[in-house]
């Protein structure tokens, strides 16, 4: 197959995998299937711009490369039947993503910008029999529309926390590592009212006992 040919638009590779990709005007590639064990910046996917299906199921992913977010053309993101315990924040850059499947992969959770990406429509998350267990209620209730809900909570009570409002009846309950010195300013309802000022007398001077007496004045009649 010669990949010198650019107008290929749609790939399917069983195993073993050429590694020669044709970047330019490739669409749709899958590679499911090829006992992949990584995805690294210079294999050749990334450099498909023009991606709008891009399937790596059943391989031996355990991670997936922050390049991803570089396919911002991708519709369609099938990364199911993979070790994959982590999700890089860079697909928060895939603002045209309608499918996302990380079904039996071994995330533990799913990373908040899943729920900003404005165009996602499908969320499949069977089989992950490591996610957390709040996170797997809330996709089995109610599944895409659940899990976003369920991570945008965990936003807002995030930045509450780190904002210092993780307080119940006035009582810090933030980590000690996180606290921070709060001064406490008394009330007078509280404090009582400063006692008052007690100005001592000032001492009398003995009379000496030759002193004669002083006669107090009569007040003057007037006719």
């Keep these: 197959m010669d990949f010198s ?13 050429d590694r020669s990709l ?80 990380l079904s039996s992969t071994n995330l533990r959770t799913v ?36 899990v976003v809900d369920y991570l945008r909570q965990q936003q807002a009570e995030d930045v509450e926390t780190q904002s210092g409002g993780l307080y119940v009846n006035g009582v810090d309950l933030r980590p000690n590592s996180s606290k921070q010195r709060v001064r406490t300013v008394a009330t007078a309802s509280i404090l009582p009212a400063d006692p008052p000022t007690v100005v001592s007398p000032q001492p009398t001077t003995a009379a000496s006992p030759n002193a004669r007496p002083v006669k107090s004045k009569k007040p003057l009649l007037q006719h």
């Design 111 to 146: 990373p908040l910008v899943v729920a900003g990406l404005p165009s996602l429509r499908t969320l499949a998350l069977d089989d992950c029999t490591e996610l957390d267990r709040q996170l797997a209620g809330a996709y089995r209730t109610s599944g895409r529309t659940g």
């Design 5 to 17: 040919i650019k107008s290929y638009t749609y790939l399917y590779f069983c195993s073993p995998m």
């Design 22 to 101: 044709p970047a330019a005007a490739l669409k749709y590639l899958v590679l499911d299937e090829n006992d992949l064990s990584r995805i690294d910046d210079d294999s050749g996917i990334v450099r498909c711009t023009s991606l709008h299906l891009l399937s790596l199921r059943r391989n031996r992913l355990a991670a997936i490369s922050p390049a991803v977010g570089q396919l911002t053309e991708l519709r369609s993101l099938l990364l199911s039947d993979n070790p994959i315990a982590r999700i890089p924040d860079e697909l928060g850059r895939l603002a045209r993503l309608l499918h996302l499947c």
